[in-house]
């Protein structure tokens, strides 16, 4: 099946940082999600981006579909930004997750 | 608002009892999935149902069953079979099977005591 391997795992940063969160995956897709679990469990969609770019106000993800890896940015970081993100990959009537990255924004 | 809605949010389940996590949706998805996570880890599917009065099985459905009664609901019961059911459980839908516009529940906090 296929497997989707995010990176970092850890990331720890002061407000104000950017970062590049990493997603690679393993089989061609024609769905990849981004999701950010806040620190309650709440699962937020950000981004639908099997291809291609797009931008959400201080967040953008790219989708190198060919290359078989996507990006999320993180700009200008603030604490709520705090959370787990997750990279989930559409293979057989199911999503597959990665492991996430645990990002920690400290005041 | 339309959402999900999973109840109870904290569950404790004593050795050899069965225990039902409810997750009802208002959003008219035809589709409805389950997910375990554990601590560190990202999500597994357990179930997942495309239509009312069909469901199939995941990556780790062995000791959990479920029905899709209504387009509404999707109960999901941890039997006394699942030998470590401790876990955080998420249930969501999307408007049709395997499409993006997935919305996931705020999770259910399954504790054996």
């Known amino acids: 099946g296929i497997q989707v391997e995010q990176s970092p795992p850890d990331l720890i940063l002061q407000e104000g940082a950017n970062s590049t969160l990493r997603c690679n995956f393993s089989?061609?897709?024609?769905?990849l999600q981004w999701f950010h679990q806040n620190p309650w469990g709440q699962l937020i969609n950000l981004f639908y981006i099997p291809s291609g770019t797009k931008q959400n106000g201080r967040l953008s993800a790219t989708t190198v579909a060919t290359e078989r890896y996507s990006l999320l940015y993180i700009s200008s970081s603030q604490t709520t930004d705090s959370g787990v993100y997750f990279c989930a990959v559409q293979g057989a009537q199911k999503l597959v997750f990665g492991q996430g990255t645990r990002l920690t924004i400290n005041p | 608002d339309g959402g999900i809605t999973q109840s109870p949010k904290y569950l404790f389940r004593k050795e050899g009892q069965n225990v039902t996590l409810s997750c009802e949706q208002n959003l008219n998805h035809d589709a409805m999935y389950w997910y375990r996570q554990d601590p560190g880890q990202g999500l597994r599917l357990i179930y997942y149902?495309?239509?009312?009065?069909?469901?199939q099985k995941g990556d780790i459905a062995e000791g959990y069953s479920v029905s899709r009664e209504k387009k509404e609901s999707f109960p999901l019961t941890v039997t006394s079979a699942q030998k470590n059911p401790t876990a955080f459980y998420l249930c969501?839908?999307?408007?049709?099977?395997?499409?993006?516009?997935?919305?996931f529940g705020s999770g259910t906090r399954l504790t054996v005591v």
């Open positions: 149902s495309q239509i009312v009065n069909d469901f």
């Open positions: 969501a839908s999307t408007p049709l099977p395997g499409g993006a516009g997935y919305t």
């Open positions: 089989d061609s897709v024609n769905n």
